[in-house]
Structures are given as structure tokens and as C-alpha cells.
């Protein structure tokens, strides 16, 4: 199976950037879609950005323009760059594959954006 894991989470001033990674096992890692939600407490988790196995990207209204999302299948690898963080922005962010029927998630990194 695979094990999804992040990493790069802190806390940023508001206006700063934080890079997120997810680090993937598996030696079909290309094959699966890649994503990463967000949980603030007290909120439902919510999706932030999704990426294909083709590399199509998909994002919340909330953070385009802002986030991007890549990934290096080489490295079985995810990426979330945050610019232009907000306060809002706070939460715990999952890394979350998905290759029908098997879906899989992270432990989650806390990202907290604050002066």
C-alpha cells in the first residue's frame, strides 16, 4: 500500500510562503491523483488543490493565484508553494493520493499564519 507523508508546515507571518511536501512510497506513484485539504478547527476539511496523473491542476477559489501545486514523480513527491499566506489559511493540511479504489492520506502538517 502506500504511506503518504508531509512535511514543511510552521508558522509565517501573514504575507510570507511556506512550501509543503508529501513524500510517497509506492513505485506507481505517477499513476495516482494527488491532492491536499485543509482542516481548521472547528471546520469541515476542505480541499485546497489536486493535481492528475497527467498533471492537470485544480484549486479553491480561496488560494488561486496564491498556491500551486506540483509534483516529481521521479522522487514520488508532492508539492503545495504557499505565497501570500493569510491569516485565514490556518489549518492542518493533508496529503491525500487517489488511484480508484484505493484512497490514502497523510498525518497532516500544521500551517499557522499569524503575526
Known amino acids: 500500500q502506500v504511506q503518504l507523508v508531509e512535511s514543511g508546515g510552521g508558522l509565517v507571518q501573514p504575507g510570507g510562503s511556506l512550501r509543503l511536501s508529501c513524500a510517497a512510497s509506492?513505485?506507481?506513484?505517477?499513476?495516482?491523483?494527488m491532492g491536499w485539504y485543509r482542516q481548521a478547527p472547528g471546520k469541515q476539511r476542505e480541499l485546497v488543490a489536486i493535481?492528475?496523473?497527467?498533471?492537470?491542476?485544480s484549486y479553491a477559489d480561496s488560494v488561486k493565484g496564491r498556491f500551486t501545486i506540483s509534483r516529481d514523480n521521479g522522487k514520488n513527491m508532492v508539492y503545495l508553494q504557499m505565497n501570500s499566506l493569510k491569516p485565514e489559511d490556518t489549518a492542518v493540511y493533508y496529503c491525500?493520493?487517489?488511484?480508484?479504489?484505493?484512497?490514502?492520506w497523510g498525518q497532516g502538517t500544521q500551517v499557522t499564519v499569524s503575526s
Open positions: 509506492g513505485s506507481i506513484f505517477s499513476r495516482y491523483a
Open positions: 493535481i492528475s496523473s497527467g498533471g492537470r491542476t
Open positions: 491525500n493520493g487517489v488511484l480508484s479504489p484505493d484512497v490514502y
